[in-house]
Antibody, heavy 122, light 108 residues
Framework: EVQLVESGGGLVQPGGSLTLSCAASGFTFSTYSMNWVRQAPGKGLEWVSYISSSSSDIYYRDSVKGRFTISRDNAKNSLYLQMNSLRAEDTAVYYC???????????????WGQGTLVTVSS | EIVLTQSPATLSLSPGERATLSCRASQSVSSYLVWYQQKPGQAPRLLIYDASNRATGIPARFSGSGSGTDFTLTISNLEPEDFAVYYCQQRQHWPPITFGQGTRLEIK
């Protein structure tokens, strides 16, 4: 069974930093591209970042470029999101999401974690 | 950036009825349109990909259609567990991947 378990969320002050982790199991993590998607309280879904299976391709939405860094450790079956210079508008539940097909960049999110809440507030 | 507009914002129906949800793209996304279902406190669930392909384990009462800029998710014979929020997402022109604002399907 595919499992994605996020951790690392919490309360942080504006300008602070946080690192989210996503532990993957039940599939060959190293062959799948991954994404982070967030959802502000009571709002819709917003794509944040993408990383290919080998980390050769990485993309971010404009509002987080230069502040967030996505990475992965295929030996540890883990995905990460380093978040710096956090703003109130970054407050959201952050989900890691797997792409449907191994070895592809087809952005169809077939498996999601349960999410981890990041709250940016003083 | 592709903007996806979903309508209606809220749809009130009764179990057993048919639901028709719309997603319109600001420019053509070919057939690269995806639908998700999200229930309160849960992660989204993949329903339909590439406009009309049901994901694994999704009941046949869920169907998708459309191409270009206009897409429809149809849920026939609504079950109580179908009442949720539905999002469309395009994967033709990215980054960024974009989602619609969601349609809330509520029990009438």
């Amino acid at each position: 069974e595919v499992q994605l378990v996020e951790s690392g969320g919490g309360l942080v002050q504006p300008g602070g930093s946080l690192t989210l982790s996503c532990a993957a199991s039940g599939f060959t993590f190293s062959t799948y591209s991954m994404n982070w998607v967030r959802q502000a309280p009571g709002k819709g879904l917003e794509w944040v970042s993408y990383i290919s299976s080998s980390s050769s391709d990485i993309y971010y939405r404009d509002s987080v470029k230069g502040r967030f860094t996505i990475s992965r450790d295929n030996a540890k079956n883990s995905l990460y999101l380093q978040m710096n210079s956090l703003r109130a508008e970054d407050t959201a539940v952050y989900y890691c999401a797997r792409i449907l097909r191994p070895g592809s960049a087809d952005q169809i999110f077939d498996s999601w974690g349960q999410g981890t809440l990041v709250t940016v507030s003083s | 950036e592709i903007v996806l507009t979903q309508s209606p914002a809220t749809l009130s129906l009764s179990p057993g009825e048919r639901a028709t949800l719309s997603c319109r793209a600001s420019q053509s996304v070919s057939s690269y349109l995806v639908w998700y279902q999200q229930k309160p406190g849960q992660a989204p669930r993949l329903l339909i990909y590439d406009a009309s392909n049901r994901a694994t384990g999704i009941p046949a009462r869920f169907s998708g259609s459309g191409s270009g800029t206009d897409f429809t998710l149809t849920i026939s014979n609504l079950e109580p567990e179908d009442f949720a929020v539905y999002y469309c997402q395009q994967r033709q022109h990215w980054p960024p991947i974009t989602f619609g604002q969601g349609t809330r399907l509520e029990i009438k």
